[in-house]
């Protein structure tokens, strides 16, 4: 299929830009998109999506505009298409097409989608909102982190509907040949070829434990036979799914009969028809299954300037390199504290506003290195006499992302931290650990009857023992009811988070902090506000879900530009109202 292009000269008698400038606000984002969606999304961005010969596709700025209303919207791909054809503001925010012209059936979306994930940048409507932001001046040096929860689009899977549906899966995948050879080692009355539970007596405990017992062979047999066996991907993917199941869910008796384990495993795959959904719990009283979504935004323009999807199990700390991935590195390069880009420049007294470790790197002579907005841009700047100061990365976040590992990274990258640290509790109200005498220097510990203790080192940091002074101490029954008496663990970022308690007791970072961070609590709400999309994923797949997701930020942030006044001159980006 080969690229379509836009129609840019519409029927003067037909278009519906003379219907509808009257009655579309111009900081709406039918009106940006319609002054500027040839800016935002021309037909050639999207080239290398498509091959030069072959029928005409669908010229690709409409999809992109369909795709963004749809996200902001709600829309199914049925209903998009729909409001495409009969919604005039939709025909107007894509340059003001004529009233007749044509539709598009929905799978046009499907595969715009396909496209975009198997390309190169499969994130480009996002990055294009977000390139046109910051050079309009509204992405600054300060980011506020946070995530919500996604859930998945497909139903939760007990263990038994688990196990067989991962044995259809393999038989399926299967070549006739092979399929044949795997059906025969089969023990169970069950041809495996239609979805759900098997017929059983439900009620009855010895009829459900010899149903699990019975699945968990017919799934060994299968994995015996594709053991040593050279398979198509698909297949050693449907072999794996089938081996993680099981695995994860049953164990042994003593007599060797397969039965429910009754633990929860850590990493437990819930369904088959999307093996990358999860268990979570956004608090210890609400869980959920599927997927966290995490933003980081600028908290003066409230825009978002990075997205990133994880499993629903998986902490929000660990979306932190890279919802910072484009802001971290030049804050390395800045620091000169991990980067190589000091070593070159000997005669260099500063390096602290290069924006890549390139920049340094040629600096020899340079007195201060000049503030590069591009890495391009910073490779030239040799012989740099001056240089604007580049303000500091600020970053904000909850106590999600206040442990000592987070902490100790934006330490070593020179960055400005507002993530809240809880105190430590003891249970019962007994003593915290702030009550005791921590000197790390000397490695020692002081509990408030001022017995000292030495550290000792473990794998998971050191830890003071008072063991031997508890038995006869007057202050036991407040500080511990272990018989082995009381033990102070610290972790390899005790440092850290000992200053970071610290900081946050200043009323002016309280202060600071209660400002900004709940900015991030309404531009979640701006992206979870439409029930179908928003809160519940469209797609399957965590590769979908995080492109849908980033998708859905570049419309949310698309509208925010479109108050904000985005206009295009000749020189680039600004905003209209400045």
């Known amino acids: ?64 505009v369909v795709m963004v209303l749809q996200r902001l919207e709600g829309c199914s791909d049925r209903e998009a298409v729909d409001r495409f054809a009969y919604d005039l503001r939709w025909k107007y925010a894509a340059g003001g097409l004529d009233f007749d012209y044509p539709g598009f059936v929905h799978t046009v979306l499907v595969d715009m989608r396909a496209r975009l994930a198997a390309s190169e940048k499969p994130d480009r409507v996002f990055e294009v909102t977000l390139a046109a932001a910051k050079q ?29 549906s991962a044995i259809r899966g393999v038989l399926a995948a299967a070549d006739p040949s092979l399929e044949a050879g795997l059906r025969a080692v089969l023990t169970r009355d069950d041809e495996y070829r239609s979805a759900g539970k098997p017929v059983c007596d439900w009620d009855d405990r010895s009829a459900r434990e010899e149903l699990v017992d019975a699945l968990a062979r017919d799934a060994r047999a299968l994995l015996a036979v594709l053991d040593g066996l050279e398979l198509e991907p698909v297949l050693e993917k449907a072999g794996e799914l089938l081996a993680t199941v099981v695995g994860q869910d049953l164990e042994t008796d003593q007599d060797g009969r397969f039965r429910i384990a009754r633990k929860v495993a850590k ?36 825009v978002i300037v990075a997205t990133h999807v994880s499993a629903g199990n998986v902490g929000d700390a660990s979306a932190v390199a890279d919802l910072l991935a484009q802001d971290l590195p030049a804050e390395t390069a800045e620091t000169a504290e991990t980067a190589e880009t000091a070593e070159t420049a000997e005669t260099a007294e500063t390096a602290e506003t290069a924006e890549t470790a390139e920049t340094a790197e040629t600096a020899e002579t340079a007195e201060t290195a000049e503030t590069a907005e591009t890495a391009e841009t910073a490779e030239t700047a040799e012989t740099a006499e001056t240089a604007e100061m580049v303000e500091p990365l600020t970053v904000y976040g909850d106590s999600a992302y206040g442990t000592g590992a987070v902490l100790d990274t934006l330490e070593q990258a020179g960055v400005q931290t507002f993530c809240k640290t809880q105190p430590p509790r003891a249970p019962g109200g007994r003593f915290p650990k702030t009550v005791f005498q921590v000197d790390l220097d000397a490695g020692t510990v002081t509990c408030p009857a001022d017995h000292t203790v030495v550290l000792r080192k473990l794998k998971s940091g050191q830890v003071a023992r008072f063991g031997k002074f508890c038995a006869g101490c007057p ?104």
């Not at 902090?513 to 179908?532: D, F, G, N, S, W």
């Open 1 to 64: 299929m080969s690229l379509g292009v836009s129609p840019r000269q519409p029927d003067l008698f037909a278009t519906t830009t003379s219907f509808c400038e009257s009655r579309i606000a111009a900081d709406s984002i039918y009106g940006l998109l319609h002054r500027e969606c040839f800016e935002l999304f021309p037909d050639e961005m999207f080239a290398d999506l498509f091959t030069k010969v072959g029928r005409r596709s669908v010229p690709p700025m409409i999809v992109a």
């Open 136 to 164: 309009a001046g509204l992405v600054g040096r300060r980011r506020v982190l946070d995530s919500t929860a996604l859930f998945d689009a497909v139903a939760t899977m007990d263990t038994v509907t688990l196990i067989r």
């Open 267 to 302: 990493d437990r795959v819930i369904s088959t028809v999307d093996p990358d959904a999860r268990h979570g719990h956004k608090t210890a009283a609400r869980g959920f299954d599927g997927y966290k979504g995490h933003v980081a935004i600028d908290p003066d323009s409230e």
């Open 475 to 578: 202050l036991a029954a407040q500080c511990t009811a272990s018989r082995k008496g009381r033990s102070i663990h610290l972790g390899h970022h005790e440092h850290q988070l000992a200053a970071a308690r610290a900081q946050q007791t200043d009323p002016a970072w309280r202060a600071d902090y209660r400002q900004t961070r709940p900015k991030v609590e309404r531009k979640i709400a701006h992206l979870m506000r439409r029930k179908h999309g928003g809160r519940r994923a469209r797609v399957r797949g965590s590769t979908k879900v995080a492109a849908d997701f980033s998708l859905l930020a570049a419309a949310v942030n698309l509208a925010r530009l479109s108050v904000l006044g985005l206009d295009r001159q000749p020189g680039g980006w600004i905003l209209s109202t400045t």
